[in-house]
T-cell receptor
Framework: DGGITQSPKYLFRKEGQNVTLSCEQNLNHDAMYWYRQDPGQGLRLIYYSQIVNDFQKGDIAEGYSVSREKKESFPLTVTSAQKNPTAFYLC?????????????FGPGTRLTVL | QKEVEQDPGPLSVPERAIVSLNCTYSNSAFQYFMWYRQYSRKGPELLMYTYSSGNKEDGRFTAQVDKSSKYISLFIRDSQPSDSATYLCAMSANGAQKLVFGQGTRLTINP
């Protein structure tokens, strides 16, 4: 089955710790995205990548880092510099060629800071 | 002012009602318009995708785009309790790989 997987589903972090959220896709999509969702605020873009070994900051990149070493994978690290990391994190992917703008989402990771 | 405005609701209607969900936007460069449905604690799923102006129908769902008014709508006919979810509008300009999302409208269909 083609799709996007995110792991873990739930993640707990102590203050001061870095954590990495996994995102993998087997849709052969070029572009991948990370969003943060808070209650009543919709989706906010953290980082996105259109090609391997290249990525751009979104609207709320501070306190986060990413890498794109493989087309299929786009992990997100939430660093200790992120002051309010408790949120629902969503990974998405889309094609670039052919001007397809639809993004397809994974099931999400719920991060809670203890 | 946000680029995309969407009433967060909550919106509660009886089963089989016609539901109208709306978004307004300010960027006249937007050409691609999407509606996503998100069930509680799940990722959003793409429901409808429309390019430029006009209507698009898929079963009980109809998406409308009025670029002159910068207004998009999603209509749900014969609504069912399984339609209860948060509906997010999203849009993009030509050549831009980023989507701009509305806040989402929380919809409940009561049996």
């Amino acid at each position: 089955d083609g799709g996007i997987t995110q792991s873990p589903k739930y993640l707990f972090r102590k203050e001061g710790q870095n954590v990495t959220l996994s995102c993998e896709q087997n849709l052969n999509h070029d572009a991948m995205y990370w969003y943060r969702q808070d209650p009543g605020q919709g989706l906010r873009l953290i980082y996105y990548s259109q090609i391997v070994n290249d990525f751009q900051k979104g609207d709320i990149a501070e306190g986060y880092s990413v890498s794109r070493e493989k087309k299929e994978s786009f992990p997100l690290t939430v660093t200790s510099a992120q002051k309010n990391p408790t949120a629902f994190y969503l990974c998405a992917s889309s094609m670039v060629a052919g001007a397809s703008y639809e993004q397809f989402f994974g099931p999400g990771t719920r991060l809670t800071v203890l | 002012q946000k680029e995309v405005e969407q009433d967060p609701g909550p919106l509660s209607v009886p089963e089989r009602a016609i539901v109208s969900l709306n978004c307004t936007y300010s960027n006249s460069a937007f050409q691609y318009f999407m509606w996503y449905r998100q069930y509680s604690r799940k990722g959003p799923e793409l429901l409808m995708y429309t390019y430029s102006s006009g209507n698009k129908e898929d079963g009980r769902f109809t998406a409308q785009v009025d670029k002159s008014s910068k207004y998009i709508s999603l209509f749900i006919r014969d609504s069912q309790p399984s339609d209860s979810a948060t509906y997010l509008c999203a849009m993009s300009a030509n050549g831009a790989q980023k989507l701009v999302f509305g806040q989402g409208t929380r919809l409940t269909i009561n049996p």
